[in-house]
T-cell receptor, first 112, second 114 residues
Framework: KQEVTQIPAALSVPEGENLVLNCSFT??????LQWFRQDPGKGLTSLLL???SQREQTSGRLNASLDKSSGRSTLYIAASQPGDSATYLC???????????WGAGTKLIIKP | KAGVTQTPRYLIKTRGQQVTLSCSPI?????VSWYQQTPGQGLQFLFE???????NKGNFPGRFSGRQFSNSRSEMNVSTLELGDSALYLC?????????????FGSGTQLSVL
């Protein structure tokens, strides 16, 4: 059974710092991995999608990497801003049934 | 284009009642999927519909059901509500439902069961 873990559960850093969020998964038979952000009381916004054959994806100040063999993905946020404060979730899409399995999220607070 | 719209935004029900939630996808999107989010279990996949057919289903009891109409709008129904059904219910749409597509989420329906 696929398990997706995100560490740390919460993170607070000063504005301007570069930071890394981690996502690990136990079953490497994945189709792709996605990173989302969720703002309080709102739905999720897709940030980056990495196919299983890719190593990384970039969008603006965000860079996501994928190491399928070790079951790990990282989301790198450069020059953090208070507007980056949100909960960040990763989700893997399984090869077997195409379902999305979610991590519990990392709650990120960027202090001005 | 308008985003994914979910109604109602908040709902309060009592145990044993049933509830219907609605989701209107982005115009042109044919895939709609539903998720339950709770503090204890996190996000869990309920089911996915594509062109009015259920294409995938998560591990939820039969009390949870859904359907999709010809205009791609979807409804989710929960019968015989239990306290544990209290959650944020999210729906998401994709244009073709391909596995390499990004999901677009609505703001959710917050269901409280008393």
């Amino acid at each position: 059974k696929q398990e997706v873990t995100q560490i740390p559960a919460a993170l607070s850093v000063p504005e301007g710092e570069n930071l890394v969020l981690n996502c690990s998964f136990t079953d490497s038979a994945i189709y792709n991995l996605q990173w989302f952000r969720q703002d309080p009381g709102k739905g999720l916004t897709s940030l980056l999608l990495i196919q299983s054959s890719q190593r990384e994806q970039t969008s603006g100040r965000l860079n996501a990497s994928l190491d399928k063999s070790s079951g790990r993905s990282t989301l790198y946020i450069a020059a953090s801003q208070p507007g980056d404060s949100a909960t960040y979730l990763c989700a893997v899409r399984m090869d077997s049934n195409y379902q999305l399995i979610w991590g519990a999220g990392t709650k990120l607070i960027i202090k001005p | 284009k308008a985003g994914v719209t979910q109604t109602p935004r908040y709902l309060i029900k009592t145990r044993g009642q049933q509830v219907t939630l609605s989701c209107s996808p982005i115009s042109g999107h044919r895939s709609v999927s539903w998720y339950q989010q709770t503090p204890g279990q996190g996000l869990q996949f309920l089911f996915e519909y594509f062109s009015e057919t259920q294409r995938n289903k998560g591990n939820f009891p039969g009390r949870f059901s859904g359907r999709q109409f010809s205009n791609s709008r979807s409804e989710m129904n929960v019968s015989t509500l239990e306290l544990g059904d209290s959650a944020l219910y999210l729906c998401a749409s994709m244009e073709q439902g391909a596995t390499n597509e990004k999901l677009f989420f609505g703001s959710g329906t917050q269901l409280s069961v008393l």
